[in-house]
């Protein structure tokens, strides 16, 4: 299945904000750890390019995407230099990926296509799309409960697109919510600038999340949805 790409709005809509600065390389963010000089790498297919987010599932597959839309998994304990199987294709360009705990599967925040459920044996199942419309899935963060939190970074650009989105500098992201069984995602917070990485707090009472547009590092309270400004952070693109 191949989802046509959207055409991006002709018009930006800059708006005159202070430059941001992110912290400088100092304290723990000092280039001195060194480890990631020497990992072992498991590279995708030749052709394949852009892989945006890697997990472990629950038996053990090391399973990344790519900007082509498709998943690749890797078998466990695999040796540097293995090329991956390929496990599904969403048919648009999956994001955010995260472990499903109510089957063993995945669930992908595809950038095109919304919030997918992918099953161990690579069906591919959309969870959202409309109700409100999705438009620039991004990142997640599961519940126990099965509730998905997951960051919409921008309502008026798509990826393919995505640097339209930090020229214009507006507040166009915001944080949807997919509960089991709703058949449709709920606005958790909005206002927010290009809203990237996600992920609960142990206790589940609040959402951390990062805005790249910004550098910020943002506590969003559940419930209710109330933001509250952490810091500043290094800028997550």
Not at 38 to 59: K, Q, T, Y
Not at 116 to 138: F, I, Y
Not at 195 to 222: F, K, Q, W, Y
Request: aromatic residues 6%; neutral net charge.
């Amino acid at each position: 299945m191949v989802v046509p790409r959207p055409r991006p709005p002709r018009l930006i809509r800059p708006v005159r904000e202070p430059a941001t600065v992110p912290p400088p390389l100092t304290g723990p963010w000092a280039p001195t750890d060194r480890r990631l000089d020497h990992v072992d790498l498991l590279p995708l297919p030749d052709g394949a390019v852009g892989p945006e987010d890697v997990v472990v599932d629950p038996s053990g597959r090391v399973v990344s995407g790519d900007e082509d839309g498709r998943l690749w998994w890797w078998p466990v304990d695999a040796p540097p230099g293995t090329r991956p199987r390929l496990l599904a294709e969403t048919g648009g360009r999956p994001l955010g990926i995260e472990v499903d705990p109510s089957g063993g599967g995945l669930v992908v925040c595809d950038a095109y296509r919304g919030l997918l459920r992918v099953t161990p044996d690579g069906a591919v199942r959309q969870l959202t799309g409309t109700a409100p419309p999705v438009h620039l899935a991004n990142n997640a963060a599961v519940a126990r409960d099965g509730t998905i939190f997951f960051t919409d970074s921008s309502d008026r650009f798509p990826v393919s697109h995505w640097k339209r989105d930090l020229l214009e500098h507006r507040p166009n992201g915001r944080v949807l919510a997919y509960r089991p069984g709703g058949g449709r995602a709920e606005v958790v917070t909005e206002g927010l600038y290009f809203p990237n990485g996600i992920a609960l707090t142990p206790d589940e009472s609040a959402l951390m999340l990062v805005e790249t547009t910004t550098h910020r590092l943002l506590r969003v309270e559940l419930p209710g949805g109330a933001v509250r400004v952490l810091g500043r952070v290094l800028p997550i693109m």
